[in-house]
């Protein structure tokens, strides 16, 4: 008899184990989708500055070529006055 009883005791304690993993499991799983969330919004934050960068990028190699062109506008007109 009280093996009988030491052995449902025993299986209690596994299923007490058991749904303290499957309580934590879940509490885990609702943490996921806020961290998927987090995910997503900071994917969105990042395509945008991506996106400026690359419009900046832009900016300053035209500003880069302007800049040449006057430079090379500039020694012209250099060479004109000094002849």
């Known amino acids: 008899m009280e093996q009988m009883l030491q052995r449902i ?3 209690l304690e596994n299923i007490e184990a058991e749904l303290a993993e499957v309580k934590a499991n879940m509490a885990t799983k609702q943490d996921l989708a806020l961290v998927q969330q987090a995910v997503i919004e900071t994917n969105e934050i990042v395509k945008k500055i991506e996106s400026r ?14 800049s040449l062109e006057h430079e090379a506008a500039i020694c012209s007109s250099r060479s004109i006055l000094t002849k």
């Open 9 to 11: 005791l025993d299986k």
């Open 53 to 66: 960068s690359d419009n900046h990028e832009k900016l300053l190699t035209f500003l880069s070529h302007r």
